[in-house]
């Protein structure tokens, strides 16, 4: 099921809630993060005497029923610190069941679509971002598009992959070609590349690239000459800049982690197949939109619809 939720904080450090709601819904079981819209800053909505919200929305793909998603939803609002006081009361984070699919429920627990989804600026915006094809009219609500979204930092994945998308193989790379190892210096210098421990491993010498800003996403890594270290997404969002370009170059769990918030792939798809325990993971809600070809290989780049 392919469903749309809206998130909205007005409580603490408003846009460090969000980050965290995104990171959570990626974990859940049987729900991948597809999307997220920019975000938006909104006076509050039923109860007006309380600051303002920052909302967003996301599209995400369920595998688990309605009412199990709400279930998960709720369990990640408490997880952050919500205390439900009063009705349309500030909150540290508030994840609403907006869309799934061309569903209608109406029970107890859960209405979808949203019963005041079409009454609500601060969700149509956002919304409208990521389902174009929403129709609707909105109210005259001042909706202010404020930074800090990870959709403000478009990132863009650089990768070199086989006919079974493959990309490693026991901490290698599948492929060293010299014309795709020129078109990825041309694309990355003097821009920020991210990427983890592993990747940092099969560069050259070990060491970060040359004449780039090297963002390593890890956990353990304590401190790498020329590098910045983060122990987080949620951190990462704290340190890029909308107007760099900003290229994840891999490994797999690190593509796996940031292409929902990935606005651009560029693979270098090699007519060839090899042994592979890492692969790049599936393209959903991307599609080709330019192709070049080069004797050894092509360069597909790859957009979200």
């Not at 859940?28 to 819209?37: A, M, N, T, Y």
């Not at 270098?268 to 080709?288: G, N, R």
Request: aromatic share 10%; with cysteine.
């Amino acid at each position: 099921m392919i469903c749309y939720l809206g998130l909205g904080a007005n409580l603490g450090d408003k846009k460090k809630n969000l980050y965290a709601a995104l990171e959570q819904i990626k974990k859940i079981r049987g729900v991948k993060l597809l999307r997220v819209s920019s975000f938006y800053e909104t006076a509050a909505w039923g109860v007006t005497n309380q600051p303002n919200f920052i909302n967003a929305a996301v599209k995400i793909f369920s595998e688990i029923e309605p009412l199990a998603l709400l279930d998960e939803l709720q369990r990640i609002e408490k997880n952050l610190g919500r205390v439900r006081k009063e009705h349309w009361g500030a909150r540290t984070i508030d994840i609403d069941i907006l869309l799934i699919d061309d569903l209608k429920i109406n029970c107890e627990r859960l209405t979808v679509p949203h019963k005041f989804l079409y009454a609500r600026d601060f969700v149509l915006v956002p919304l409208s971002e990521i389902l174009p094809t929403l129709e609707f009219k909105l109210h005259g609500d001042e909706v202010k598009k404020i930074a800090g979204s990870p959709a403000d930092f478009n990132l863009k994945a650089v990768a070199c992959v086989d006919k079974n998308f493959g990309i490693g193989y026991k901490n290698n790379l599948l492929f060293k070609i010299p014309d795709d190892l020129k078109n990825f210096r041309a694309l990355t210098l003097n821009n920020v590349v991210i990427y983890g421990r592993k990747t940092l491993e099969t560069l050259p010498n070990c060491q970060p690239l040359p004449s780039r800003r090297n963002i390593i996403l890890s956990k353990t890594l304590k401190k790498i000459p020329n590098a910045e270290i983060v122990s987080s997404i949620e951190n990462l969002w704290e340190i890029l800049r909308g107007e760099n370009k900003n290229f994840v170059i891999g490994g797999a769990e690190i593509f796996e982690e940031l292409l929902p918030y990935t606005s651009e792939i560029f693979l270098t798809a090699v007519d060839a197949e090899k042994p592979a325990d890492k692969f790049f993971p599936p393209l959903d809600d991307f599609k080709i939109v330019e192709s070049k070809i080069f004797p050894e290989f092509k360069i597909l780049r790859y957009a979200k619809f």
